[in-house]
């Protein structure tokens, strides 16, 4: 069973920094794209960021780019995602996914690949 595991969430006053991690215990995994999408209670699943198997090629979901970076250490089997400059707004739980493709997507349909989320909570 493939799993993909999150980690760093926490609880942050706004204008704090969260890094969050998350883990996959296929080494495969390498060589697919991966995303991060949140989720706050009563919204629907939003698209944070992407990055391809080599990490040249990122996306970022609108108006994040300038606060939030994605990044990968495939050695460790593992992608990042770097929370600055936290917002109430931000609120939600985080999912790590992954795609059997190195193409980054915006779409969550795309990716086969879901971890069990981790909270993240700023507070004003």
């Known amino acids: 069973q493939v799993q993909l595991v999150e980690s760093g969430g926490g609880l942050v006053q706004a204008g704090g920094s969260l890094r969050l991690s998350c883990t996959s215990s296929?080494?495969?995994?390498?060589?697919?794209?991966k995303g991060w999408f949140r989720q706050a209670p009563g919204k629907e699943r939003e698209f944070v960021a992407a990055?391809?198997?080599?990490?040249?090629?990122?996306m970022y979901g609108a108006s994040l780019k300038d606060r939030f970076t994605i990044s990968r250490d495939n050695a460790k089997n593992t992608i990042y995602l770097q929370l600055n400059s936290l917002k109430p707004e931000d609120t939600a739980v985080y999912f790590c996914?992954?795609?059997?493709?190195?193409?980054?997507?915006?779409?969550?349909?795309?990716?086969?690949?879901w971890g069990q989320g981790t909270q993240v909570t700023v507070s004003s």
């Open positions: 996914a992954a795609r059997s493709s190195d193409f980054p997507s915006s779409t969550p349909q795309r990716y086969e690949y």
């Open positions: 296929e080494r495969t995994f390498s060589s697919y794209a």
């Open positions: 990055i391809n198997s080599s990490g040249g090629s990122k």
